[in-house]
């Protein structure tokens, strides 16, 4: 057996796999925060439900798709909202 764990960590090594990241759901916290993040600017009402609704399933998953969105979205066209 411990030859089969040596081989498979070789392996891995070789192929150079990272270590998968484990999937977690955002706390109310969290997903304040994200809606914080994407609410700076104006967005379309759907693409802010979207990343809420990853969020309950994927923290990580609903960060990165708010900073893909973000990144997607032209910087001329944004607008931005101060609060008073």
Do not use: C
Request: charged letters at 25%.
């Amino acid at each position: 057996m411990a030859d089969t764990t040596m081989l498979g960590n070789r392996i891995n090594k070789q192929i150079n796999f990272e270590p998968l990241e484990a999937i977690v759901a955002a706390t109310e916290e969290e997903s304040v925060i994200l809606a914080e993040k994407l609410t700076q600017v104006v967005i379309p009402l759907s693409v802010l439900l979207q990343a809420l609704n990853i969020a309950k399933h994927d923290k990580a998953a609903a960060f990165r798709y708010a900073d893909k969105y973000l990144k997607n979205t032209r910087k001329s066209k944004w607008v931005i909202m101060k609060s008073a």
